[in-house]
């Protein structure tokens, strides 16, 4: 019987006194949660399913991206200041296959205000499956379900043409079995766009919050926080662009030494820097087609064995869009056996039903 699971594999302001009050406002709430809570990496939280990348695009550029300011509504789940009006009443579906039969997607629809911001909700969800239940004795009893849902609040608010703002609130519930947990947390993100050196960048605090009902009636556990930083840089006469993401700043030793009796250890300065790392191109040859690649070192690292390699930690995938919609898929290599598919489909109703314009972010 299962008593726990932990899983390894959500216009512009008045005047420039009050943008500063914003972005203090910001940096301030960034503190106090990168302060209080101490970074954990995969298979030492509970709902470690909020991590998982519900993005074509990101997942075949590396896994994750919280710089890149383009009209695409998964880009939000990881950093809710990439919300803008360009994603204004699209329809967002994403759906992964994972390791033995575990499934997972998210969906999404976004409205911007002309008061009030931009705003989108979504829900995330992972099915484990069907599981056979047994006793003390290996006799079969029935059979049992595990599946966790996060559902995704998100607000953005641009303070003006460089710099914007968001926040996505995520309760999470859990139920494993007989075994239910609920928890509440939060993304805070900031978000740095300058078109004439065609740059992007983001910085957000994800997953900051708490338990609230453990899976035996108590809570507490430690949720998976981080702290990412990323920038983006497109290039002016070339169709390409560039992506780089660091990850888990709040930890800086990212290696784990498997065998304590080695004096090597895990790997030096060098080995803990590249673990933060992930690194992106996207390929542009017209505007109803991209293509792109990357590379998480982190997974390379950990999922390398002594014989084979392989591809593992590469990603790669592409896109084709129209007005009216895109279909983005990607395939991430996590070990020489296999890796895992994703799968994004964004709906423009507008331009389905009836032609109109579109505003630019």
Known sequence: MILR?????????????VQRQWVVTLLFLMGVSGTALKGQTGGDNTYEFLNLSHSAFANATGGINVASRRSDLTLPYFNPALLNVSTDNDISLSFSSWFAGIRYGYASWARTTATSGNFAG?????????????????NITGSFTAAE???????????????????????????????FSAGLCADIGASYHN?????????????????????TGSG?????????????????????????????????DLTFDYNPEDDAGPGGVGED????????????????????AGLDYQRRAEMRTGQRTGMAGFTAGFGIRTRAF??????????????SNHITVTLRPEFIFKKTERAEP
Request: a negative charge; proline letters at 6%.
């Open 220 to 252: 507490g556990e430690p949720l998976p926080f981080e702290i990412i930083a990323g920038a983006a840089k497109r290039l002016a006469h070339a169709p390409f662009s560039f992506s780089l993401t660091i990850r888990h700043l709040e930890k800086p």
């Open 326 to 339: 895109e279909l983005a898929f990607a395939h991430g290599a996590f070990h020489p056996a296999g890796g």
């Open 5 to 17: 699971m932990r899983h390894r594999a959500p216009n512009l302001l008045p005047g420039i006194a």
């Open 149 to 179: 849902y996060a559902f995704n609040i998100i607000w953005s608010w641009q303070i003006d043409s460089s710099f914007s703002i968001g926040m996505n609130l995520k309760p999470v519930i859990s139920h494993l079995e007989r075994y």
């Open 195 to 215: 078109e004439r050196l065609l740059l992007d960048a983001g910085l957000v605090i994800r997953n900051s919050g708490l338990q609230l009902v453990g899976y």
């Open 273 to 292: 820097i590249l673990r933060h790392i992930v690194l992106g191109v996207e390929v542009l040859p017209s505007d109803a087609f991209w293509i792109g």
């Open 122 to 138: 979504g829900i995330s969800f992972i099915s484990y499956g069907t599981f056979t239940e047994a006793d003390e004795a290996g």
